[in-house]
T-cell receptor, first 113, second 112 residues
Framework: GEDVEQSLFLSVREGDSSVINCTYTDSSSTYLYWYKQEPGAGLQLLTYIFSNMDMKQDQRLTVLLNKKDKHLSLRIADTQTGDSAIYFCAESMGPSNTGKLIFGQGTTLQVKP | KAGVTQTPRYLIKTRGQQVTLSCSPISGHRSVSWYQQTPGQGLQFLFEYFSETQRNKGNFPGRFSGRQFSNSRSEMNVSTLELGDSALYLC???????????FGPGTRLTVL
């Protein structure tokens, strides 16, 4: 089936680390993505991970993938007020389902000063 | 390099009308995908075009259609608008099949 689940809300203090979690169901996923959406804007690609990787680090962002449990997480180190936004995880559906991403509901990250 | 652009950014229409939205992909990208974003249903895939051909389609009624031109620019059309079509319509471009999608700012459609 096609389903991606995320928790809806996360609140952290500025300077803390944030961890946003996501679970997906389709084992044929090849790439998994994290996008950020600020109010009134489109989706900004943050990072992505290939399904045969366990971890990817990109500056303040760390992505962990547990393929056995179909669990994906995004860790943001030293969270800033400018990181306040909605974060979406998404999975690609493989070459038989081109151009289609399945998105979670989005996690609203609130960063308190 | 310029990003994905969408025009217009905002539209207000009434029920029964039709609307055309435009998307210009990143230079060199040949695949364009369209998504509808609403508070209730979230982000849902509409369709994907590659080299002027629709390769994939989501579960939307036939009132939703699209096309792609030889320069990879894409349009989507919604006919006989309904109140429930009010949404943010996002397009995304990529090089090809499984490549990373880059999104435009969206077109906010309001149907009255």
């Amino acid at each position: 089936g096609e389903d991606v689940e995320q928790s809806l809300f996360l609140s952290v203090r500025e300077g803390d680390s944030s961890v946003i979690n996501c679970t997906y169901t389709d084992s044929s996923s090849t790439y998994l993505y994290w996008y950020k959406q600020e109010p009134g804007a489109g989706l900004q690609l943050l990072t992505y991970i290939f399904s045969n990787m366990d971890m990817k680090q990109d500056q303040r962002l760390t992505v962990l993938l547990n393929k056995k449990d179909k669990h994906l997480s995004l860790r943001i180190a030293d969270t800033q007020t400018g990181d306040s936004a909605i974060y979406f995880c998404a999975e690609s559906m493989g070459p038989s389902n081109t151009g289609k991403l399945i998105f979670g509901q989005g996690t609203t990250l609130q960063v308190k000063p | 390099k310029a990003g994905v652009t969408q025009t217009p950014r905002y539209l207000i229409k009434t029920r029964g009308q039709q609307v055309t939205l435009s998307c210009s992909p990143i230079s060199g990208h040949r695949s364009v995908s369209w998504y509808q974003q609403t508070p209730g249903q979230g982000l849902q895939f509409l369709f994907e075009y590659f080299s002027e051909t629709q390769r994939n389609k989501g579960n939307f009624p036939g009132r939703f259609s699209g096309r792609q031109f030889s320069n990879s620019r894409s349009e989507m059309n919604v006919s006989t608008l309904e109140l429930g079509d009010s949404a943010l319509y996002l397009c995304a471009s990529s090089w090809g099949e499984e490549d990373t999608q880059y999104f435009g700012p969206g077109t906010r459609l309001t149907v009255l």
